[in-house]
C-alpha cells in the first residue's frame, strides 16, 4: 500500500515509474494486479518500453494466459519491437512455457538476427515440450550457423539424451562439449553425468564426477540418483558418506535419492537416526522427501510413523498421496489404498500415470475386477492408457484378478498382454513381468513358453526384473532345469552389468524349494551371500527354512532361523512348524509354536498345526 502511494505521487507521464510499480507487483508475483497496472498504463497514453513488456510477459506467463500473451505480442509488433531479440526471446519462452510451441517456433522464424540466447531459448523451448526431434534439429542448424553454442545450450540439450534412441548422439554431443573445452563446467558435466547414469552407464558418470575440479549439490545428487537407480545401494551410500566428509551439505533431493539406499542395507534405527538428522538439520520436508520416508516406513512395516509423517503434510500432493498407496498395497493394505484413491478424487487431485500404476494391485488385491474395469475404462478417457506403466498394472491386476476371482480367468491377462503389442506400445520390464506371472496361474507352460521366445527374440531376456519374474514362473511350475538354465545365462552378460539380484536369487532358490534339490538351494544361497556379495533377506532365508523342513533335515532348518540377522516373523516359524508335524518331531514343533504365539496369538490356524 505504501509503494502505490509512493507511485501515485510520482510524475507518471514516463514509462520509468510504471516499470518499477508493474516489476515490483510481479516480484510479489501478483501477476493479475501487474496486468492492471499495464492496462491503466495505457489508458494514460503511455507507451511502454522494453522493460515493460517483458515484465508484463512474465506476468502472462505466470497467469498462463496465452490470449493475454498474443495481445503484448501484438502491442509489441505495433511499437516496431519486433526484430528485438531480448523481447523476442522472453515471448518465445513464455510461448513454450505455456506449450504453444508452433507460435513460439513462428516468431523464431521471423528473427533476422539470432543471438545464442535466442537459440538455446528455441532450444529448451522443445526439450521442455518433450519434442526431442525438433530440439536437436535446432541444435543442429545452430551448429551450421555462425552462432557457436554455449554451456547453457550443450546442458539444455544433453537433458534429452538418455533415452535408447538418443544415447549415441548424446555421446557425440559430449564428445563436442570436449573440444569445446565445456565439457567440465557444472551445468554440462551434471547433465551429461545423468544422461550417463540413466542409461546404466556408470563408469562413463564416475569417469566424468572424479575429472570435475569442482563438484555442486546438483553433482553429488545425480551421482548418489544415479547408483540407486541402477541397485548399487553400497555404493551409493559410499559417495553419501563421501559427500557429507567434504563438507557438502545434503538437501531434499539428496535424502529423497538416498533412502532407499539405506533401506536396502540398514535397519529401521538407521533409518530413523536419518530422519532424526533431516529433522535437526532443517532439511525442508518437500512432497519428494515426505513420499520418500513414507516408503521407507511402510517398507518396515512402521504404519504408525507413515501415518504421522502423512497427516504433519502442510501441503499433500498426487505425489505423497501416491506414495501412500504404494505403501498400503505393498503391506497388502488393500482397502486403505483405495480409501486414499477415493479421497484424493474426492480432494478434486488428478491421478497421474503413476498414481493409476500404483492402484491397480489394490484391486488386484482386493479381487475387485469390476472396480478395476470401471477405473480402466476412465483412464482410457483420458487418455493415460497408453503410458506403458499403466496397461503394465492392469495387465498385472488382470492376472491376479483372474487367479483369485470365482471365474479363474488369468488369459484375462495374456490377453491385455497381446493387446499391449497390437497397439503399439512398447513392452517393458512390468508389464512382461506381470504377464509371466499370470502364466503361473495356468495349467500349460504354452504362454510361458510363448512369452520366453517373445523375449529372446525383442532381446528383453537380458533384463535383470524379466529374467527374473521368467525364473520364478518356471519355479512355480515346477520346472527347476528352466529355471536354472535362465539363470545360468545371467552372468555371461556381467560386462553389461546385468547380474543377478535378490529378487533373481529368491526365484532360483524357491525352485530349488519345489524340486526337492536341497543342495543346489544351498549352493545358490552360498552364491548369492558370498560370490556376489548380496544379504540375504526375510524371503531367502524363510525359503531356505521351506527348503530344509521339505526334505525333512529340520535341525538344519532351526539353524537357518537362530542364524537369521534379523527378528524372525511369524511366517517362517509357521513353515518350520508345518514341517515338524509333517516328520514327527514335536521337540522342535514345541519351540516353534511358543514363538508363533507370541508374536501372533490370535491366528487359529497355528493350533490346527499343533
Not at 430 to 438: I, P, Q, R
Not at 524 to 550: D, K, Q, S, W
Request: glycine share 8%; aromatic share 10%; charged share 20%.
Amino acid at each position: 500500500m505504501e509503494a502505490r502511494n509512493v507511485f501515485y505521487q510520482l510524475e507518471l507521464q514516463y514509462a520509468l515509474p510504471w516499470n518499477w510499480m508493474i516489476g515490483g507487483i510481479i516480484l510479489m508475483g501478483w501477476f493479475e494486479v501487474a496486468i492492471t497496472f499495464f492496462f491503466k498504463m495505457l489508458c494514460s497514453g503511455i507507451s511502454p518500453g522494453e522493460y515493460t513488456f517483458i515484465y508484463v510477459i512474465k506476468a502472462c506467463s505466470g497467469l498462463k494466459n496465452v490470449r493475454l500473451g498474443k495481445f503484448v505480442h501484438e502491442r509489441i509488433q505495433l511499437v516496431g519491437g519486433k526484430d528485438d531479440v531480448y523481447l523476442a526471446s522472453s515471448l518465445i519462452k513464455s510461448y513454450a512455457n505455456d506449450g504453444c510451441i508452433h507460435d513460439a517456433r513462428c516468431l523464431f522464424d521471423q528473427i533476422p538476427l539470432r543471438d545464442v540466447v535466442l537459440w538455446n531459448v528455441m532450444i529448451d523451448g522443445y526439450v521442455k515440450n518433450g519434442d526431442a526431434n525438433n530440439a536437436t534439429e535446432m541444435f543442429l542448424k545452430m551448429k551450421n550457423s555462425d552462432i557457436k553454442p554455449n554451456t547453457v545450450t550443450f546442458a539444455s540439450i544433453l537433458s534429452i539424451c538418455a533415452s535408447e534412441a538418443l544415447i549415441s548422439f548424446g555421446t557425440q554431443l559430449h564428445g563436442l562439449a570436449v573440444s569445446c573445452g565445456l565439457e567440465l563446467d557444472s551445468p554440462v558435466a551434471n547433465t551429461s553425468l545423468s544422461m550417463y547414469s540413466k542409461r546404466k552407464r556408470l563408469s562413463d558418470a564416475r569417469k566424468l564426477f572424479d575429472l570435475m575440479p569442482q563438484t555442486d549439490l546438483v553433482t553429488w545428487n545425480g551421482m548418489i540418483s544415479g547408483y540407486v537407480q541402477n541397485g548399487f545401494m553400497s555404493e551409493a551410500m559410499h559417495i553419501f558418506r563421501e559427500m557429507v566428509s567434504a563438507g557438502v551439505e545434503p538437501d531434499s533431493i539428496t535424502f529423497a535419492s538416498f533412502l532407499p539406499s539405506v533401506t536396502e542395507f540398514a535397519s529401521l534405527k538407521h533409518n530413523k537416526e536419518i530422519h532424526g538428522y533431516i529433522i535437526r538439520h532443517g532439511v525442508p520436508l518437500d512432497v519428494f522427501l515426505k513420499s520418500a520416508l513414507i516408503d521407507v516406513y511402510f517398507k518396515y512395516r512402521n504404519v504408525e510413523m507413515e501415518h504421522m509423517i502423512f497427516n504433519q503434510s502442510t501441503t499433500v500432493d498426487i505425489v505423497v498421496c501416491t506414495a501412500m498407496i504404494s505403501g498400503f498395497v505393498l503391506n497388502g493394505m488393500n482397502i486403505d489404498a483405495f480409501e486414499i484413491f477415493r479421497w484424493l478424487l474426492k480432494e478434486k487431485m488428478k491421478p497421474n500415470s503413476l498414481t493409476l500404476a500404483s492402484v491397480f494391485p489394490a484391486f488386484a488385491g482386493l479381487a475387485a475386477l469390476r472396480l478395476g474395469k470401471e477405473l480402466h475404462g476412465n483412464v482410457i478417457k483420458n487418455g493415460l492408457h497408453r503410458k506403458c506403466h499403466v496397461e503394465s498394472a492392469i495387465t498385472d491386476m488382470c492376472a491376479k484378478c483372474g487367479s483369485y476371482s470365482q471365474n479363474g480367468k488369468p488369459e484375462e491377462a495374456i490377453d491385455l498382454f497381446c493387446q499391449m503389442g497390437m497397439g503399439g506400445n512398447k513392452y517393458d520390464s512390468v508389464s512382461v513381468s506381470s504377464a509371466l506371472s499370470s502364466c503361473s496361474n495356468l495349467p500349460s507352460l504354452h504362454y510361458g513358453k510363448e512369452i520366453h521366445a517373445f523375449m529372446i527374440r525383442r532381446d528383453v531376456i537380458s533384463d535383470l526384473f524379466c529374467a527374473s519374474a521368467l525364473i520364478d514362473m518356471y519355479a512355480k511350475s515346477g520346472n527347476l532345469d528352466f529355471s536354472r538354465q535362465v539363470f545360468d545365462l545371467m552372468p555371461n552378460k556381467n560386462e553389461n552389468g546385468i547380474l543377478p539380484n535378490h529378487v533373481t536369487f529368491l526365484g532360483i532358490i524357491s525352485a530349488c524349494g519345489h524340486a526337492d534339490q536341497v543342495n543346489e538351494g544351498i549352493h545358490y544361497f552360498n552364491c548369492m551371500t558370498e560370490e556376489y556379495g548380496i544379504p540375504a533377506r526375510m524371503e531367502h532365508y524363510a525359503c531356505m527354512v521351506y527348503l530344509f523342513g521339505r526334505a525333512g533335515r529340520l535341525s538344519e532348518a532351526f539353524k537357518t532361523i537362530q542364524s537369521m540377522p534379523f527378528s524372525v516373523d511369524a511366517g517362517v516359524w509357521g513353515t518350520l512348524l508345518g514341517a515338524c508335524r509333517v516328520h514327527g518331531n514335536v521337540e522342535l514343533a514345541e519351540v516353534a509354536s511358543k514363538h508363533l504365539f507370541e508374536l501372533d496369538p490370535q491366528n487359529s490356524g497355528y493350533y490346527i498345526l499343533l
